[in-house]
């Protein structure tokens, strides 16, 4: 497991060290930071398996123009590096191409050992007729290849952790017991994946309680499409070994009920070996991560980083959970808008009483 990434001259982050945890959850206000901590992960990935040029946008899975958008505007320029992201105790120092400036290379001033993260963004893809199969054995970021890794599970026989297994002495298969997440989540469903190896393409077909006939995603919301590929990589990252999940937003498109279960879905696969790390702007998310490790006694697993911007900087306090699930700290603007909107109701339903 990693414990630490320290940026330094790293876009908002002059010199930061920020602790890891089996489980990490980074809140907080928007472009508050949240986004470039996981883009640094994402630049130290790369910069572990390419000794040559790295391609920015195809590390990032989204187009982010010149790499002297992460040197730190605040930076003096006199270290060696423009840049320099270190995971523990490993570090890489990263160059921008002083005469094109698009051109960005990564040295390690140490031994860094290449980590391997599967990573889904806030971006996911909506419903579709069918999505892409074939490539590499790995959740993309964009989880377009989430059908394709399901067929290619079951194939395998990929063995999920105990911890993880639902109803295993109906099915082990991997299509099973993801659909069985699924149902969780989102109420009971059935799962048809169907893959097409001459038009390198995958369908997958819907059916609930509602309906007779399987149907298309495209005949759904988009809250079945943006959760598919983060209970497909999770469930894939858990039979691998030294695996760290990476996911921005996994509230998108849900019920705040569905948003509590991801929280204790995700909870699950930490506690059975995945290093998992979210950014979310959820609550519900954070509250299910704390039930659920609070039920499985492994709330020092935990670690909430809240960040905001205090006078031109960004601030980053660390939270805890104990063990009855709750938070060392309840900073300003934590989570808090709630209580704050119903305190401006009240006081207009009394000035209104007033009248």
């Known amino acids: 497991m990693i414990k630490s990434l320290h940026l330094e001259d790293y876009k908002c982050f ?8 089996n489980i990490t959850l980074f809140t907080g206000a928007n472009a508050a930071g949240k986004s470039s901590i996981i883009q640094a992960m994402l630049l130290y990935q790369a910069g572990c398996s390419n000794k040559g040029i790295i391609n920015v946008s195809q590390a990032l899975g989204v187009q982010v123009g010149s790499p002297k958008a992460f040197i730190a505007q605040d930076s003096e320029g006199k270290g060696a590096f423009d840049f320099k992201i270190s995971f523990d105790n490993a570090g890489l120092a990263f160059y921008v191409d002083k005469e094109n400036g ?18 889904l963004n806030a971006e996911r893809i909506g419903p579709r007729m069918s999505y892409r199969a074939g490539g590499e054995e790995k959740i993309l970021s964009d989880g377009s290849n989430a059908a394709y890794l399901i067929e290619k599970a079951d194939n395998k026989d990929l063995k999920i952790p105990e911890l993880l297994l639902l109803n295993s002495d109906i099915s082990q298969k991997f299509s099973y017991q993801l659909e069985q997440w699924m149902s969780i989540i989102l109420g009971n469903m059935k799962l048809s994946v169907k893959v097409d190896n001459n038009k390198a393409e995958t369908e997958i077909l819907i059916k609930n309680e509602l309906v007779q006939d399987f149907i298309t995603p495209t005949q ?35 019920h705040p009920a569905a948003q509590s279960k991801i929280g204790k879905f995700l909870a699950l696969v930490a506690a059975s070996g995945v290093q998992v790390i979210v950014e979310t702007h959820s609550e519900h998310v954070v509250d299910g991560v704390r039930v659920q490790m609070t039920a499985l006694e492994k709330t020092e697993d935990v670690y909430v980083h809240f960040l905001s911007q205090e006078n031109g900087h960004v601030e980053i306090e660390q939270l805890t959970v104990n063990r009855y699930g709750e938070l060392s700290d309840w900073p300003e603007y934590f989570f808090d808008q709630k209580q704050m909107d119903l305190r401006e109701l009240i006081k207009m339903r009394l000035k209104n009483e007033g009248k």
């Open 220 to 254: 759904t919301g988009f809250g079945i499409s943006y959760i598919l590929p983060i209970v497909t990589a999770a469930l894939w990252a858990s039979t691998q070994q030294n695996q760290i999940l990476l996911i921005e937003n996994p509230e998108a498109h849900l």
């Open 14 to 21: 002059t010199n930061q060290r920020i602790e890891l945890n």
């Open 102 to 119: 698009l051109d960005l290379r990564a040295i390690p001033d140490s031994e860094a050992d290449e980590i391997e993260i599967s990573y």
